[in-house]
RNA sequence: GCGAGCGUGGCGGAAUUGGCAGACGCGCUGGACUUAGGAUCCAGUGGACUAAAUCCGUGGGGGUUCAAAUCCCCCCGCUCGCACCA
């Protein structure tokens, strides 16, 4: 039968017998495996095929051991692509989806993929979207969705505004080369900041995701500690809070700084001297876009505001400066500046010739505002400071702000560099808000009985720089669920990470409609015992993945705050010159070309075997020969009609090749398993080809111990060649399913050889090996290598100082 | 610039965590079987010489150790993340 026919064959039989769908009761051995859902795009790609193979691996590897497996598939299938085709192609975003969908199924399903499709999911179709706004509005009840006024990022290609996160290097994540601005706009946004701190305080409870995961999120969530001190303004009065790490410095400010498009800006502006320079400056710089004011060579400027503001600590009154390079989304927007102690406001100062004021010193030298070169960012000794002088400056810190905290105008702090989630966009292909904005009662949410928010169908999808939504009457007018009154409608669509912040939810429970999912079912199969998927979204979707779960385990909904146990990140897959494969580019492989030419199989094993799972590779398909001969010997040995007597027994009964075969075996089950433990499915393919390399053909047909040998191969390659594995499990006379077998075991003394091989050094120079047996001592080890030629050589006229001998590793003579 | 990681044959990669460097595979060389081989099988394959012996060899330099790809210090190169977070 031909690698294609045995593929087909058992594809049909694992669908006709159901062998993937989720047991109901899954119990203490439950396993929740997942990997990231796809965008359907066209068609799977290789990085999904990789996933999805990965993914394919631990569920077979993991159902043979024993674990009741719920192993979902789904569609991330809003999100701006589908717009795009609709525009180019005039073909509607839903049924491009759906087309898509469709193919990338039938794609998987050709590719034997073990998932339970009874559970798929599309959070594009009313039966999900109807949750994600339940989500919304359930944030929303606890203060946690609200609309406010913002400066945020947008994008001109798509005519929308973007989270933070999709903001890359000053660019539109989807257009690369088109920089993003700033808007003030009136946006939804999530208060993830309200989590910060648990975010980050329970990334230590994830010991089982990548450190590289928890550093990025440790990063990007960026804990500060410090104070928040009170300035004022002196010709207003007004307040004028900052956040500043180095209170100590706080003696040295000689100017402040405020971001142009800081809340309080905008109060003040009309009681600036300099109005109208200032409303010029903030203008322009209005204008730039973000790569222009983050440009690393950038000089920094600003503009004097003609106010002055009183330094709490010593009366000072220094000028305040309007500069874009401070951030207005952080903090209060306005920072106090130290020129001495910091090297940014110290840039700033040399190019308006402010004063530079040194308030703590070096333990050597001395430093001289004229002279220095660049800011004095170490601890030191405080000067300077009325009463803190001769202090270090990490003591007078704390000291100083408890000195303000007397004075009631300091306080200890932390702040936070991450913002909160803007989820609202201006785009058709996503879930509509779920809220009524009534002239009487405001804005309302929908309630759950009325939701799904349909959303309309609509023909014009050419962005305008606001939802398409809002030119369709019949969506935008509706009744207020408050008073009945007339209302309008939200315009605006959910950012599509909102959709899979919480899709692991909609597997439980799929087809649920009167909840998003049953509690009882969250309590069975929660949490996530492991999600594989690539890092690129380490501090988007995963971030907001944890925010959600956390938000549903303090509404009740879930019986854990953190949604997976184990997080894999798999490596990319490039094309042979290691460049990523893109359709740009025109280096896409697809997956499907490649399983039709070579099989499923076979396509798998090369892809494991090329590189641990964690690494990039380069398709290479060369490489594949390799795969290809391993599967087809071990089809080829694994041969019809070998008697079921031929099994092992014991040891003493064999002939000494069977012993020695038997042996090998017991091995090669503990390598391999242990190896796919630690998901070092490369070295457990090569362990297995090791064995190959060992038996003959003639092994297979006189071998007493020849059907032990066939099953057992069959059911260590049932994760990395399903389909093969089945076929060998037929032929050998079992029914129905290998997967449904036990694992492969082995007798632990018979994986230890009687005699081993040792490297002998002289000196710590290798001058040869000796075979002695595994449990020899050092006088026996020493015995045997001192007949050997080339060592004794060695020896000869020496006096033998030490002998370092490391039971199975090495024995070192050292000799004068 | 800051943070994290990596650097091993012609190539992809192994190395029980300090103990024979190069498992396994690709490629290459030679041979067998063949009308034929881009099929299969066997053997070889880090370098310096053809063999034994010897020496060199895990980005470069230094160190610790009986022993270093592995640990420490300095340098070089690459990849990823962050980009004025006060």
Redesign the pocket.
């Known amino acids: 039968m031909s690698m294609e026919d045995i593929e087909k064959k058992w594809q049909a039989r694992w669908r006709e017998a159901g062998v993937f769908d989720a047991p109901t009761e899954p119990g203490e051995d439950k396993f929740y495996l997942m990997e990231m859902f796809a965008y359907p795009s066209g068609d799977v790609h290789m990085g999904h095929f990789r996933n999805y193979s990965i993914g394919d691996l631990v569920y077979r590897y993991k159902r043979m051991q024993g674990k009741k497996i719920l192993h979902p598939f789904g569609w991330d299938s809003f999100g701006l692509p589908a717009e795009q085709a609709a525009i180019k192609r005039k073909i509607h975003p839903g049924q491009w989806t759906e087309k898509n969908i469709a193919t990338g199924k039938s794609t998987l399903q050709a590719l034997g993929v073990s998932y339970d499709w009874g559970r798929e999911i599309a959070t594009s179709r009313p039966d999900y979207y109807k949750w994600t706004q339940w989500v919304f509005v359930e944030l929303y009840k606890m203060g946690l969705a609200y609309q406010k006024e913002a400066s945020v990022n947008w994008c001109p290609e798509c005519n929308t505004v973007l989270a ?1 996160e999709q903001v ?2 000053g660019c539109c994540w989807r257009h690369e080369d088109t920089p993003v601005q700033r808007k003030s706009l009136k946006q939804w946004f999530f208060k993830i900041t309200d989590y910060a701190q648990r975010l980050l305080d329970d990334l230590d409870k994830l010991d089982q995701w990548p ?2 995961v928890k ?2 999120q440790r ?2 969530i ?1 804990r ?1 500690e ?1 104070a928040n001190i009170r300035f004022t303004i002196a010709e207003t009065g007004d307040e004028l809070p900052i ?4 209170p100590d410095t706080v003696y040295g400010v000689t100017f402040m700084a405020i ?1 142009p498009e800081a809340e309080l800006m905008k109060r003040l502006i009309a009681r600036c001297p300099n109005r109208a320079e200032v409303e010029k400056y903030i203008a322009n710089s209005a204008s730039k876009s973000e790569i222009e ?2 440009a ?1 060579d ?1 000089e ?1 400027d600003g503009m004097f505001t003609g106010l002055h503001v009183r330094n709490p600590y010593n009366g000072d009154l220094v000028p305040l400066f309007v500069a ?4 207005a989304g ?2 209060s927007g306005a ?2 500046a130290v020129p001495a102690h ?1 090297q ?1 406001d110290f840039e700033f100062a040399r190019k308006y010739g402010i004063e530079i004021k040194i308030v703590i010193s070096p333990k050597e030298g001395v430093l001289d505002p004229v002279e220095m070169a660049e800011a004095f960012t170490l601890p030191g000794i405080m000067a300077n400071s009325c009463g803190f002088d001769g202090q270090s400056s990490i003591e007078a810190k704390r000291a100083i702000v408890e000195f303000g905290e007397r004075e009631g105008f300091a306080e200890t702090a932390i ?1 936070f ?1 991450l913002r909160d989630w803007l989820i609202s966009r201006q785009r058709y292909w996503g879930a509509p808000i779920p809220i009524v904005h009534c002239e009487r009662c405001g804005t309302v949410s929908v309630p759950e009985e009325q939701l799904p928010v349909i959303l309309p169908h609509v023909d014009d999808f050419l962005p305008k720089g606001r939802s398409p939504l809002a030119d369709v009457p019949e969506f935008m007018n509706t009744v207020c669920p408050l008073c009945g009154g007339p209302a309008l409608r939200d315009p605006d669509t959910m950012d599509t990470y909102v959709c899979s912040s919480w899709y692991e939810l909609r597997y439980l429970d799929p087809r649920n409609e009167s909840a998003p999912f049953d509690i009882a079912e969250a309590k069975k199969w929660l949490p996530v015992d492991m999600y594989i998927g690539g ?2 979204h ?2 988007s979707h995963l971030l907001y993945f944890r925010f959600i779960a956390k938000v549903l385990f303090d509404l009740g909904y879930l019986p854990v705050d953190e949604p997976v146990v184990k997080l894999f990140n798999h490596g990319m897959v490039c094309d042979v010159n290691g460049d990523k494969m893109s359709k740009s580019k025109g280096n896409v492989i697809s997956p499907m070309e490649i399983a039709n030419k070579h099989g499923v199989d076979v396509s798998r094993t090369a892809m494991l ?4 799972p964690a ?4 398709w ?1 398909e ?2 594949m ?2 795969a ?3 599967l ?2 071990i089809d080829n040995f694994v041969a019809e009609g070998i008697s079921r007597d031929r099994v092992a027994g014991a040891l003493e009964n064999m002939t000494p090749r069977d012993a020695e075969l038997f042996k090998a075996l017991n091995r090669t089950v503990k390598a391999v398993t242990g190896d796919i433990e630690g998901m ?1 499915y ?2 457990a ?2 362990r297995l ?2 064995f190959m ?1 060992l038996i ?1 053909v003639e092994d297979m047909a006189e071998s007493g111990i020849a059907f032990t040998i066939a099953d057992t191969l069959a059911r260590l390659i049932a994760p990395i060649a399903p389909h093969l594995a089945e076929e060998l499990n037929e032929r050998l006379g079992f029914e129905p399913f290998v997967i449904d077998r036990p694992w492969p075991s082995w007798v632990e003394s018979l994986t230890v050889l009687d005699s ?4 002998v ?1 002289v ?5 040869g ?1 000796i075979e002695i047996p595994t449990d020899s001592d050092k006088e026996g080890a020493m015995a045997v290598a001192t007949q050997v030629p ?1 060592i004794a050589k ?1 020896l000869e006229d020496k006096k033998i100082a ?1 002998v ?1 001998y ?1 039971r199975g ?2 024995l ?1 003579i ?1 000799v004068k």
Do not use: C
């Open positions: 933070n890359v290097a450190d590289a550093n990025i990063y990007w960026g500060s410090g956040f500043t790490t180095r971001a004011r983050v690393e950038r920094k874009d390079y401070v951030l952080y903090g920072v106090m910091d940014r702040q560099r890092i690129e380490a501090t075997f090329f590189a641990p690494h990039e590779i380069s290479n060369d490489g020969k390799g290809e001969r391993f087809r010997k070092s490369n070295t393919i090569a080809m090791e390399n003959s081993i091989e040792i490297g050094q000196n710590g120079k290798l001058r090996t080339n060695h030490q370092i490391i590793r090495i070192n050292i």
